[in-house]
């Protein structure tokens, strides 16, 4: 029985973990886009200055 509870336990811990890699992935992924989208932006606004 507290086998079974430390093997739910671990694996509980182990999808914890690769929700947050996954949320920090998405996060790293949106900053990137919106980097991307503010370069575009200024390259946009100095052709037409």
Known sequence: RLLET???AEVRRREGK???QNRAR???EEAL???QDLLLLIGAL???A
């Open 6 to 8: 430390k093997a739910d």
């Open 18 to 20: 690769l929700e947050r």
């Open 26 to 28: 998405h996060d790293r």
């Open 33 to 35: 886009a919106r980097t």
């Open 46 to 48: 100095t052709k037409m």
